[in-house]
């Protein structure tokens, strides 16, 4: 993958994490040195590009334009200290996979970056052999200590493309929205976990982490189970997510603006919303419904 950021002691941290669990990173403190390297035919293939968004010179935005430019299917990554609302529709709009708000947690790091070089990888193999495919339904349902969620999100993303809901170009932006949905109904819904555990990449102990090893294997939060229902039709793809978690007053979220609805139900809620043409929250607040309409003639 390639890393840019202007903050060496970030590209350093960041680089090093990455590396530690078996990534080849192709580090540049500057943009244009990184997009001279993408386009170099003699350079290795990458999977990812992961960029600061606020830098000297070319930013971050001006990267993913230039990356989308030599290869629109590469899924972008931007980072931010200042990860409004306004950012992140600005970077979802321009086909960025997603938007990483520092400090960064080493375990949603590389987690989301192995979850997307698999997905980006195993799309383009998945994408031929569906294009047959005219409707179909499914339905998954997994206790929470069985749920692996970027398997489902690659189940839930696999007939994207060749039914034409989505381009090579933005399908990864719709599958983070999906694996934020799993997340949330893992680890807020059945868990119960509280998002203000998470710590910074400098803390040595992460406490979100280790709650949630924890309740995974202590009932009743193993035993709840997430139900998850696709149905694709000619026109609309649909995908239901349940948790067994005890949910929340949904009708709180109409009554916030954009970006108190980031803080006040996280950033995964406000992506969902972006990326889908529809949402809808059962009153109980433990199942979410998204649609995507045709685009793609």
Known sequence: MVLVDDDRAV????????????????????????????????????DLVIS????????????IHRVKAINNTLPVVLMTGDATLDFAIRAMRMGAANLYQKPLTVREMVNSVFHLV??????????????????????????????NIPSMVRHLTDRLVPFGFAQPSNVDVIAMAYHEALVNALEHGNLELDSSLKGDIFNPRDEFEALSRTRLSTDPWAARRVDVRMEVTPERYEVIVRDGGN????????????????RRFGRGLAMIHMVMDEVTLNPAGNQITMVLKKKVR
């Open 11 to 46: 590209l350093g941290m960041v680089s090093d994490a990455l590396s530690h669990h078996g990534m080849t990173v192709h580090a540049f403190s500057d943009g244009d040195c990184a997009l001279k390297f993408l386009e170099d035919p003699s350079q290795p293939e990458v």
């Open 247 to 262: 949910g929340y007053d949904t009708r709180l979220v109409g009554q916030c603006v954009s970006d108190d609805l980031a």
């Open 118 to 147: 698999g997905l980006h990888r195993e799309l383009r193999l998945a994408e031929a052999g569906l294009r047959g495919l005219v409707r179909e339904t499914r339905h998954f349902s997994f206790r929470s200590d069985e749920l």
């Open 52 to 63: 600061d968004i606020n830098m000297e010179g070319m930013d971050g935005f001006d990267v």
